[in-house]
């Protein structure tokens, strides 16, 4: 944080509850009504959360709230996954800082934290909205020892990890929408990345990003995703601690791995079949080779989407998107 912030919040700290117009501000820093006003915004994207009345000016009522590392290591239960982790202010993509991590010898189990990116990255090349402070925004190293054309059943795992674990927590009625997108009455909550490196069909290694909004307010996402998103904060009604959350994901996706690694697909399809508002829904599936219409009546043994068309015909859909009808 810059020295000009710095001194703006101090100056905020020192009042305490009181309100300081923008002509106070100017003043005691030095600089002009505009600037005052421009440094406010700045800090709101960073997380700080400030009262303006007109003719009274501003007061700051909420400073972004940190993750606290040391606590959460101390709630892991896991053997592997979260021991190692690299926590970080902001960053790009903590997808992309996974990807160095590896090619610097990371681990297994190692796991990227970032309040705050800047380039997140979604499904099928979107972008990824992730302020400050505002929810978990990570990237798990994964090294399994599976042949590379399984990967997309890693990713319907992943889901499954997400979702019991935050309705375990939050108590919300969240479910999987094909392939891994976490919804709460038709709102996405979640979203899940799933970056392979191969090299002769052989999997290398795989970096899991998670994306979950856990305290943003309606206020907080921009106008094009305020119909489309919300947060585990918004649904459940009160501010979520991250930490316990990122704690239950990583016990629960460690344990989901070892029971795959053991016993196949199997129990994993019949986890995310009993959590997905897709199955026996009405969809359209927006694919490479058009568009298919019809009821979604399974996942098959590769984690492909099964469809029941109009005429009868049932059409299996290996990737793309889908719309709830």
């Given at each position: ?115 705050c990116?800047t ?34 059943q ?58 979950i ?62 959590l997905?508002?897709?199955?026996g ?9 058009g ?29 793309g ?5």
């Amino acid at each position: 944080m810059n020295e000009n912030y710095q001194r703006i919040l101090q100056v905020f700290q020192e009042q305490g509850d009181a309100f300081l117009s923008g002509e106070q501000l100017s003043q005691q820093l030095g600089v002009s009504r505009t600037a005052v006003w421009k440094q406010i915004e700045n800090l709101r994207a960073e997380g700080y959360v400030f009262e303006a009345v007109s003719r009274k000016g501003y007061r700051l009522v909420q400073s972004p709230v940190k993750l606290d590392i040391a606590r959460l290591m101390a709630l892991l239960e896991t053997r592997t996954f979260g021991r190692s982790i690299h926590y970080y202010d902001e960053v790009s993509s903590t997808n992309t800082i996974a990807h160095d991590k590896v090619a610097q010898g990371a681990e297994e189990g190692t796991l990227i934290i970032a309040e705050c990116q800047t380039s997140g990255r979604g499904r099928l090349g979107r972008s990824w909205f992730s302020p400050k402070g505002k929810g978990i925004w990570m990237s798990l190293v994964l090294k399994p020892k599976i042949p590379l054309f399984f990967t997309p059943q890693l990713t319907l795992l992943t889901a499954v990890a997400a979702c019991r674990s935050i309705r375990r927590v939050c108590a919300v009625d969240v479910k999987i929408k094909w392939p891994n997108d976490l919804l709460i009455s038709g709102k996405k909550v979640t979203g899940i990345l799933l970056e392979t490196s191969a090299e002769d069909e052989r999997m290398k290694y795989t970096v899991c990003g998670i994306g979950i909004s856990v305290n943003l307010k309606p206020d907080d996402y921009p106008k094009e995703l305020k119909q489309i998103a919300t947060s585990l904060g918004i649904e459940a009604g009160h501010e979520i601690e991250r930490e316990t959350i990122i704690a239950a994901f990583l016990k629960e996706f460690e344990d989901l791995c070892e029971l795959y690694y053991s016993q196949g697909f199997g129990p994993i399809r019949i986890l995310w079949e009993a959590l997905a508002v897709s199955i026996g829904q009405v969809v359209r599936a927006h694919t490479s080779q058009g568009i298919i219409e019809g009821k979604a009546i399974a996942l098959d043994d590769s984690g492909a989407l099964v469809i029941l068309q109009n005429n009868g015909e049932e059409t299996k859909v290996y990737s793309g998107e889908i719309k709830l009808n």
